[in-house]
């Protein structure tokens, strides 16, 4: 098939990415591992760095359906091979929550016991949020008052500072260049970042199949509608529409307006 190494390198790289990053949740909501935020963050902006080294020669390694589409809309990559990439990144995260939650199942049962959860009860989202994301973040305290819009606005505007920042870093589908040799790795920075602010309101999504695919394994495992507790279908508009449509503002802003702009002021000879 034409377009393999691009569909192994997006599940590969979602694999890598989701693998790392929930699994620094994991051991932080089980075992207290992490003591900070800070150090959460700092694991997924690892994984998110990993990841793209590990498959930026396979494929564009966008890891996330926010990015895909945004690449689209900004013309660096053709719609034929959307679907290829989306089907790989939602598969790639579906497959890292099963590998971990095989890793950690005996675990997670025993968190349960432990603290007189029922799996699929309310309480539940203590240990369902090891897959998807909650807002408010449940572990954020009382401090913690977010609602529907915040939550979309949150996960808009760090999905929009993501897109922005790899539009930046690269151009079209270049993240394996030799002169962008730096450029996941800074990428892997602002994920952290992003997350170092927005994590407590809304554990920080920014990528429609980290949070859709997981969920949806969490549902089958026996989290049913813990998994999937919101009425309003914030679990859709909040992590996979304002996602989308924060990357896709960034990549119209950058196309449009920023790009025009970089590409006059290099032409300038009076800037020599």
Same mark, same amino acid.
């Given at each position: 098939?034409?377009?393999?190494?691009?569909?192994?390198?997006?599940?590969?790289?979602?694999?890598?990415?989701?693998?790392?990053?929930?699994g620094?949740?994991?051991?932080?909501?089980?075992?207290?591992?992490?003591?900070?935020?800070?150090?959460?963050?700092?694991?997924?902006?690892?994984?998110?760095?990993?990841?793209?080294?590990?498959?930026?020669?396979?494929?564009?390694?966008?890891?996330?359906?926010?990015?895909?589409?945004?690449?689209?809309?900004?013309?660096?990559?053709?719609?034929?091979?959307?679907?290829?990439?989306?089907?790989?990144?939602?598969?790639?995260?579906?497959?890292?929550?099963?590998?971990?939650?095989?890793?950690?199942?005996?675990?997670?049962?025993?968190?349960?016991?432990?603290?007189g959860?029922?799996?699929?009860?309310?309480?539940?989202?203590?240990?369902?949020?090891?897959?998807?994301?909650?807002? *408010?973040?449940?572990?954020?305290?009382?401090?913690?008052?977010?609602?529907?819009?915040?939550?979309?606005?949150?996960?808009?505007?760090?999905?929009?500072?993501?897109?922005?920042?790899?539009?930046?870093?690269?151009?079209?589908?270049?993240?394996?260049?030799?002169?962008?040799?730096?450029?996941?790795?800074?990428?892997?920075?602002?994920?952290a970042?992003?997350?170092?602010?927005?994590?407590?309101?809304?554990?920080?999504?920014?990528?429609?199949?980290?949070?859709?695919?997981?969920?949806?394994?969490?549902?089958?495992?026996?989290?049913?509608?813990?998994?999937?507790?919101? *009425?309003?279908?914030?679990?859709?508009?909040?992590?996979?529409?304002?996602?989308?449509?924060?990357?896709?503002?960034?990549?119209?802003?950058?196309?449009?307006?920023?790009?025009?702009?970089?590409?006059?002021?290099?032409?300038?000879?009076?800037?020599?």
């Open positions: 098939m034409r377009n393999s190494p691009e569909f192994f390198g997006e599940l590969i790289g979602t694999f890598i990415l989701v693998f790392f990053g929930c620094s949740v994991v051991v932080t909501v089980l075992f207290g591992a992490h003591s900070g935020l800070f150090q959460v963050a700092a694991v997924w902006g690892l994984g998110v760095t990993l990841a793209i080294y590990a498959t930026r020669h396979l494929s564009c390694a966008h890891l996330n359906p926010a990015v895909s589409v945004a690449m689209v809309l900004g013309r660096r990559m053709t719609i034929r091979k959307l679907p290829v990439y989306l089907g790989a990144q939602f598969f790639g995260a579906f497959l890292a929550a099963a590998v971990l939650y095989t890793l950690f199942s005996g675990s997670i049962t025993a968190f349960e016991t432990m603290h959860i029922v799996r699929g009860s309310q309480e539940s989202v203590r240990t369902a949020m090891i897959f998807g994301e909650y807002y *408010p973040n449940p572990v954020a305290g009382t401090n913690a008052a977010v609602s529907y819009w915040n939550a979309f606005g949150a996960e808009a505007v760090g999905t929009f500072i993501l897109v922005m920042m790899i539009f930046a870093l690269t151009e079209g589908c270049n993240v394996g260049r030799p002169d962008d040799a730096l450029a996941p790795l800074f990428i892997g920075m602002t994920v970042a992003i997350i170092c602010v927005i994590a407590p309101l809304t554990q920080a999504g920014l990528n429609p199949a980290r949070d859709l695919a997981p969920r949806l394994f969490a549902w089958l495992a026996g989290w049913g509608r813990a998994a999937f507790p919101d *009425p309003r279908y914030g679990f859709l508009v909040i992590y996979v529409f304002a996602p989308l449509l924060g990357g896709a503002a960034a990549s119209l802003l950058f196309v449009r307006f920023l790009e025009p702009m970089m590409h006059k002021k290099n032409d300038c000879r009076c800037c020599d």
